[in-house]
């Protein structure tokens, strides 16, 4: 039974990445700003900001 309850924590996570990837990319320079996985990439692009570790968008 042990091999049955390992399952769905296994099956579970998939599942959350795939929420908060949704949850983040709700607008499409939120999405097109967290492609951007370090600082340097991030500043490259006028629109996108590195704030708490993560490129976001500056909306302005």
Excluded: L
């Amino acid at each position: 039974m042990s091999s049955q309850e390992a399952a769905p924590a296994q099956v579970g996570a998939p599942v959350e990445e795939a929420v908060s990837a949704e949850a983040i990319c709700n607008n499409s320079w939120e999405c097109y700003c967290a492609s951007f996985k370090t600082q340097d990439a991030c500043r490259t692009i006028s629109r996108c900001i590195w704030w708490n570790n993560r490129c976001q968008p500056t909306y302005e």
